[in-house]
Structure formats: C-alpha cells, structure tokens
C-alpha cells in the first residue's frame, strides 16, 4: 500500500490494523469513530493540527518494511 495526502483512514486500517500505532502517536485516538474511517490522512491531520507529510513518510515507511 502507498499512502497519499487523500487516502482514507479506514482503508489504511483494512489494510494493516497495526498501522493505527501511527495515527495514535499523535493523538488521534478516534480511529474507532465512524467519522475518522472516512476521513482523508490531510483532513484528519489538518484538524488535530499534525504534519501529514511526516504521518504519510512514516506510513509508507512501515509498509514497506512489511514487504
């Protein structure tokens, strides 16, 4: 999987429930709320006042370590 500004929360935590350790350390804590599936990573960075280009590297990061 490669993670983009626009891919949805929900689909990265189908892909890969361990992921939701990212979004976590820092501070979103919501990831069970239907809102928070569907929002995109840049909108949901955007409100909790986060760097999405840093969550995003360290997404891509980790998945392609699972290769």
Do not use: W
């Given at each position: 999987?490669?993670?983009?500004?626009?891919?949805?929360?929900?689909?990265?935590?189908?892909?890969?429930?361990e992921?939701?350790?990212?979004?976590?350390?820092?501070?979103?804590?919501?990831?069970?709320?239907?809102?928070?599936?569907?929002e995109?990573?840049?909108?949901?960075?955007?409100?909790?006042?986060?760097?999405?280009?840093?969550?995003?590297?360290?997404?891509?990061?980790?998945?392609?370590?699972?290769?």
């Open positions: 999987m490669v993670v983009t500004r626009e891919t949805i929360i929900g689909e990265v935590l189908d892909f890969d429930p992921a939701g350790q990212f979004f976590l350390e820092i501070g979103m804590h919501c990831l069970t709320c239907p809102v928070s599936r569907n995109s990573i840049e909108d949901a960075c955007e409100v909790h006042g986060t760097d999405a280009d840093a969550l995003i590297a360290k997404l891509n990061a980790y998945f392609a370590e699972q290769k």
